[in-house]
Nanobody, 127 residues
């Protein structure tokens, strides 16, 4: 069982930056693909970014060039660094962990592949 706890959300002006952290419990953090999703009011949850066990990354088109996903296996923590934030980035951000060890998939970009989820953290970007 893996528990995920996000932190770092808040209110920021458009054009600003914010960094989210996702602290994970468990001994196998380094083997998980860690993903970030977000859900805005009235919208479906959408993929934002993910980082595989081998540090390969993948981003949604809407955040490419602005967001950076990273991980620190020694600290069992994943990060999402967000720059040039836009009001459209306002959402609850969730981190998730996918156990892909028995899969040929290295990067999971759909929610159904993730086994564990955090509680979410609110990011609000004002115009």
């Amino acid at each position: 069982q893996v528990q995920l706890v996000e932190s770092g959300g808040g209110l920021v002006q458009a054009g600003g930056s914010l960094s989210l952290s996702c602290a994970a419990s468990g001994r196998t953090f380094s083997s998980y693909c860690m993903g970030w999703f977000r859900q805005a009011p009235g919208k479906e949850r959408e993929f934002v970014a993910a980082i595989g066990w081998n540090s390969i990354t993948h981003y949604a088109d809407s955040v490419t060039g602005r967001f950076t996903v990273s991980r620190d296996n020694a600290r069992n923590t994943a990060y999402l660094h967000m720059n040039s934030l836009e009001p459209e980035d306002t959402a609850v951000y969730y981190c998730a962990a996918a156990d892909l060890r028995s899969s040929i998939v290295v990067i999971a970009t759909t929610a159904d592949l993730y086994n564990y989820w955090g509680q979410g953290t609110q990011v609000t970007v004002s115009s």
